[in-house]
């Protein structure tokens, strides 16, 4: 029998009222009722509600405009129109009025898209220019959130950095970094979009209407999934995109959990009698389009909890099978018209198969989006890898115009597969070294993400692991495990302490900040440095490792590009003036014979004029501590 719904919230009143935030049953005065759990990923969105009040979760579902569609997960796109890409400073009145527009995302951006090319089915973006080229439409844009900060050049308020965009466009065309954030701020705020007629509306699963929009309007917490290692940058990013979209109004209210973590967690709210069932260890394996990450809790309850991530996921494995299958060779890729030779310069290397060659394969795929060929070439790929790790004692045949393959099991697994297995056994040997855990102690695998719950992947697994328990999504239902991790995001806070790393007490940005506050431009010994910053209120011992690491050069990824970072920033970005003269000229400065620090006056100069202009426009000053998760790679 189903539970009966919590009666509705009167919306007239204010959402901030302390009686609204109490709740519809008035128990909860605190403001804490509330909790949201979004798991962003590449290729999707998902969102679930929580109620610390009932312990119960409401997972959110986007509804056709005819009624007739429900879906569980937002495809993580969106559609920008070309003047909009075009965009180039805030001091053009048109660019401002353009930021301010509400961007197509999930289905409506599909729907644009699909619009475009019906209108013009054949057209080259090799080749085509002026009012006949179609929008853009950003796909797979989530994982470039790491690789930089969106910034505005004092004086100019050019928008900066630019990239190569994660769609179909002409050669050499770029979009500023900032359509990225304001794609994710469009996409987490579909719950709040106005029903309006085409539009998809956003519902909850047992939840009235009325209860669900108070409740988004009273939010504590919003965690979000992250892959095992993201970066500074990513994080700061989504933190601006959750407060854009009106999800929360603090920096602070804002969390973060690995993806592999929070699957684990999910899968634990789901059965909370075996938590302390476990006397081996759990592993957790998610791995979707562009990598993936492991989580191993071993112990009771669990007593510990390891991370490891790598980059290799669905989209590295769809690349392996064009270019290892599909054109092998340079005459192949030649006739397809997927080389554009240049004076003196040899083809690009292929990637090597399932390792991360990011830089080749960002550019390898910039090229095939150009073209209608290139464009297919990548869907038939994409199309063999579901084909042959569902069907395995057959060939597949595909055809592009009167180029024909049949491509056997046997070659897919030597070529394609069998490589990208070896490196997920390496990545797997590595955490479980780290963690001190024998194979034969582990207990229970969980599967998830799209390439994680691939059949010939869980097969290899239960060939791994054959006296662990194996729990694996059918791909059928990969939204429900994607439901299920943004639930374990939702539930992070309440979990047992064991599970749950305590987080750095500091975001990388904050802790750099503080260090140009408080370095004096004459030498001064680390002891009285420390003491200086315990005096300003901060936790030398808590965040000691960072501030070391900063103050010898180490800066967070994606403060500023860099020429070797494998990111989307274009070449005329990475080389400006302004990012060079901060390269080159790092603020601190060290004397080993008398270990002392000291701060360079003109340096730092730069340096501080570049972090203003970065959190000026922003919600994000970095002036106050913000708790940041921890350090994937050091939890144990």
């Known amino acids: 029998m189903a539970e009966p719904l919590p009666e509705p919230v009167d919306l007239t009143v204010s959402p901030w009222d302390e009686g609204a935030i109490a709740g519809a049953d008035g128990e909860d005065r605190d403001g804490d009722r509330w909790h949201l759990g979004i798991d962003l990923g590449t290729t999707g969105l998902t969102m679930v509600l929580r109620d610390r009040g009932n312990s119960r979760t409401y997972p959110l579902h986007w509804r056709s405009p005819d009624g007739q569609q429900l879906e569980d997960r937002l495809p993580a796109v969106a559609w920008l129109r070309r003047d909009q890409g075009a965009a180039r400073s805030l001091a053009d009145p048109q660019v401002r009025r353009g930021l301010l527009e509400p961007l197509p995302v999930g289905f409506e951006a599909l729907d644009r898209a699909a619009i475009a090319a019906r209108t013009a089915p054949n057209l ?64 987490l705020a579909t719950p709040f979009a106005d029903p309006g007629p085409g539009r998809w509306t956003v519902g909850a699963t047992d939840l009235d209407t009325t209860t669900l929009a108070a409740a988004l309007r009273t939010l504590a917490t919003v965690t979000f999934t992250e892959p095992v290692g993201a970066t500074a940058a990513y994080r700061f990013n989504l933190r601006e995109a959750a407060i854009a979209a009106g999800l929360v109004t603090q920096p602070a209210q804002v969390a973060f959990v690995a993806e592999p973590l929070a699957a684990l967690a999910g899968w634990l709210g789901d059965h909370p009698s075996d938590e302390a069932i476990a006397q081996g260890a759990i592993l957790s394996v998610r791995v979707g389009a562009s990598g993936g990450g492991f989580a191993l809790a071993s112990g009771r309850l669990p007593e510990r909890v390891i991370l490891h991530g790598f980059a290799s996921g669905g989209h590295a494995m769809t690349d392996d099978a ?3 299958l ?11 018209g997927l080389i554009e030779p240049q004076p003196d310069q040899d083809d690009d290397p292929l990637p090597t198969p399932a390792q991360d060659d990011r830089p080749q394969r ?32 057959l060939e597949v045949g595909l055809a592009l115009g009167d180029r024909t393959w049949r491509i056997s099991p046997q070659i897919w697994q030597e070529q394609v597969m069998g490589p990208w297995l070896e490196r997920f056994n390496h990545e797997l040997n590595q955490l479980l070294g780290r963690g001190g855990i024998a194979p034969e102690r582990v207990d229970r695998v969980l599967c998830s993400g799209g390439v994680g719950s691939m059949v010939p992947v869980v097969r ?26 943004a639930a374990g995001a939702a539930r992070w806070a309440e979990l047992p302490p064991a599970l749950v790393p305590a987080p750095q007490p ?50 967070p990824q994606g403060l500023i590009p860099t020429p070797t970072d494998g990111s989307a920033v274009i070449p005329a970005s990475r080389d400006r003036p302004d990012y060079a003269q901060l390269r080159n000229h790092y603020p601190f400065q060290y ?15 730069h340096w501080q004029r570049y972090l203003s202009s970065l959190w000026a426009r922003g919600h994000q000053g970095m002036v106050e501590p913000i708790a940041d998760c921890p350090d994937p790679l050091a939890i144990g």
């Open 362 to 393: 960002r550019r390898l795929r910039q090229r095939l989006r150009r073209s209608p060929d290139g464009r297919t070439l990548l869907g038939l790929a994409e199309r063999l890898k579901g084909q042959l790790q569902a069907i395995e004692n």
């Open 124 to 187: 080259d973006l090799r080749t085509a220019h002026g009012p006949e080229q179609p929008g853009l439409l950003l796909e797979n844009f989530v994982p470039d959130l790491q690789d930089a900060l969106p910034w505005t050049l004092p004086g100019t308020a050019d928008l900066e950095p630019r990239i190569w965009p994660p769609a179909a466009c002409p050669p050499n065309e770029s979009i500023a970094f900032q359509w990225l954030v304001r794609a994710a701020a469009a996409l």
């Open 591 to 605: 004397n080993p014979d008398t270990n002392t620090y000291w701060r360079d006056r003109e340096a730092s100069f």
């Open 506 to 555: 500091y975001d990388d940005y904050f802790l750099f900040g503080e260090l140009l506050r408080a370095v004096p431009e004459t030498p001064i010994a680390i002891a009285d440095l420390w003491r200086q910053l315990d005096e300003r209120g901060i936790n030398t011992r808590g965040g000691g490792d960072r501030l070391y690491a900063l103050l010898r050069g180490d800066l």
């Open 326 to 336: 599909l054109c092998p060779t340079a005459g192949d890729r030649a006739a397809l």
């Open 322 to 324: 064009l270019y290892q």
């Open 460 to 485: 290899w697994l239960r060939q791994k692991f054959p006296w662990a328990e194996l729990i694996a999504e059918a791909p059928a239902l990969v939204p429900d495990a994607a439901v299920r991790t």
